[in-house]
Antibody
Framework: EVQLVETGGGLIQPGGSLRLSCAASGFTVSSNYMSWVRQAPGKGLEWVSV???????YYADSVKGRFTISRDNSKNTLYLQMNSLRAEDTAVYYCASGYGPLDYWGQGTLVTVSS | DIQMTQSPSTLSASVGDRVTITCRAS??????LAWYQQKPGKAPKLLIY???SLESGVPSRFSGSGSGTEFTLTISSLQPDDFATYYCQQYNSDLTFGGGTKVEIK
């Protein structure tokens, strides 16, 4: 059974940094395209970033230059390093498999950017 | 960037009703469209991909149609478990989601 589990969310001050993790089981992160999608409280879904199986990475304009997606193949884990955080980055962050239809999703981790 | 517009934003319906949700793309996306169901506090669940292909395990009362810029999600007979928010998503160029349609009990 495929399982994706996100951790690392929390309360952080504006301008701060946070690293989210997404541990996978029943599934090989490095063999798949993996995405991060976020959802601000009470709002819709927004794609954030993708890492291809070959290692190429792409970002939404709203996070380009501030967020970095990566993976650790030995740990079968996906990461999202978030720097220079802003209030508008407050959201539940989901990791998901794919970069088209997103077929497996984690449960999400809440990031709150506030002073 | 491709914009996705869903309508209506809220829909009130009863169990057994036929429900249709519309999604429009700002430019042609061929059939590169997916539909998701999301319940409060939960992650989205993939229902339909490539506009009309049913994801494994999804009940056959869900169906999708359309191509180019106009798409629909239809629930043929609404069940109690179907009250949720539905999102369309294009994957022709990056990923963009529609604003969502909340299906609530009438």
């Amino acid at each position: 059974e495929v399982q994706l589990v996100e951790t690392g969310g929390g309360l952080i001050q504006p301008g701060g940094s946070l690293r989210l993790s997404c541990a996978a089981s029943g599934f090989t992160v490095s063999s798949n395209y993996m995405s991060w999608v976020r959802q601000a409280p009470g709002k819709g879904l927004e794609w954030v970033s993708v890492i291809y199986s070959g290692g190429s990475t792409y970002y939404a304009d709203s996070v380009k230059g501030r967020f970095t997606i990566s993976r650790d193949n030995s740990k079968n884990t996906l990461y999202l390093q978030m720097n220079s955080l802003r209030a508008e980055d407050t959201a539940v962050y989901y990791c998901a498999s794919g970069y088209g239809p997103l077929d497996y999703w984690g449960q999400g981790t809440l990031v709150t950017v506030s002073s | 960037d491709i914009q996705m517009t869903q309508s209506p934003s809220t829909l009130s319906a009863s169990v057994g009703d036929r429900v249709t949700i519309t999604c429009r793309a700002s430019q042609s996306i061929s059939s590169w469209l997916a539909w998701y169901q999301q319940k409060p506090g939960k992650a989205p669940k993939l229902l339909i991909y490539k506009a009309s292909s049913l994801e494994s395990g999804v009940p056959s009362r869900f169906s999708g149609s359309g191509s180019g810029t106009e798409f629909t999600l239809t629930i043929s007979s609404l069940q109690p478990d179907d009250f949720a928010t539905y999102y369309c998503q294009q994957y022709n160029s990056d990923l963009t989601f529609g604003g969502g349609t909340k299906v609530e009990i009438k």
